[in-house]
């Protein structure tokens, strides 16, 4: 999800916020992720504010593949 918000003085800041794939995700769906995620950082104009948020790091338990 992506959202532009006109700042005083003319700025502007994009927010993007995502959920990256889970470790039990298969790779081409990651590397898929991290894909869309560089081109909609790449098409943000320079002079954005860009914040990006979210979650890059699901795990569950003390130790994701052996679940506890």
Request: with cysteine; proline share 4%.
């Amino acid at each position: 999800m992506t959202l532009q918000l006109n700042l005083k003085g003319g700025q502007v800041a994009t927010l993007i916020s995502c959920h990256a794939p889970t470790l039990v995700a298969c790779k081409d769906e990651k590397d898929d992720f991290y894909e869309q995620l560089d081109e909609l950082i790449k098409a943000v104009p320079r002079r954005h504010k860009l914040f990006v948020m979210g979650d890059f790091n699901a795990r569950i338990g003390r130790d994701a593949r052996n679940p506890a």
